[in-house]
């Protein structure tokens, strides 16, 4: 297809389109705001009820939890540029207008943010391939609960083999009282009897 005349000089403008950008900022605030409330759900205390969640005091949780406040934390001055806080609860809040408008005067914030290698983006990306991978920290977890796991099985086991073993000690004890017991009152029986013929 023939594009405008030849000879003659052609100008391109190529611009970001903000609704795409915005589209990839809201989820990113989306999948770290339900990271971070994940985080607190598992790891939480009610102190009205007084129960822990399941990993509640867990180093993993408090670590991961940790790193990603402080990367977001790192970043806060180019999260705030365009248009993007944290909130008091830990949550990160984006405001559409502040991100177009930011958008319009200088991408650099969020290129760093979202492009750099040395970015928010890479570094939380970086973060999960430690969390995440075949060799990573909840592999590692994993191992050592399995391990745990056999090991409080085979001590359950050792301990419900001891426990049969004094039971059948106690039943024989009480099956040897009960016919002593017996025997006695046969003979209670017999000097009583034997009193009364005297």
């Given amino acids: ?10 100008t391109f403008t190529v611009s970001a389109d ?3 950008l915005r589209t990839a900022a809201k989820a990113f605030v989306t999948t770290y705001n339900s990271a971070t409330t994940a985080l607190k759900s598992v790891s939480s205390y009610n102190a009205a009820t007084k129960v822990a969640a399941p990993l509640n005091g867990d180093p993993l949780v408090r670590g991961v939890s940790r790193d990603l406040r402080a990367q977001v ?7 705030k540029a365009i248009g993007i806080t944290i909130g008091t609860d830990g949550l990160l809040k ?8 930011a958008m319009t005067k200088d991408t650099t914030p969020a290129t760093r ?3 750099d290698d040395a ?9 999960l391939d430690r969390l995440l991978d075949a060799d990573g920290l909840l592999h590692d977890r994993d191992e050592t609960l399995a391990t745990r796991t056999k090991t409080i099985a085979k001590q359950r086991e050792a301990l419900d083999t001891r426990m049969t073993a004094v039971e059948a ?3 024989a004890q009480f099956v040897a009282l009960d016919g002593l017991m017996t025997q006695m009152q ?5 000097l009583t009897q034997q009193l009364a013929n005297l």
Avoid: C, H, N
């Fill in 1 to 10: 297809t023939k594009v405008g005349t030849p000879d003659v000089p052609q």
């Fill in 18 to 20: 903000p609704s795409v």
């Fill in 73 to 79: 934390g790192a970043s806060v001055e180019d999260l």
């Fill in 94 to 101: 984006m405001d559409d207008a502040a991100f177009d408008a």
């Fill in 113 to 115: 943010l979202f492009v």
């Fill in 119 to 127: 970015g928010l983006a890479a570094g939380l990306d970086k973060s």
């Fill in 169 to 171: 000690r106690y039943r």
């Fill in 186 to 190: 046969s003979i209670s029986s017999y």
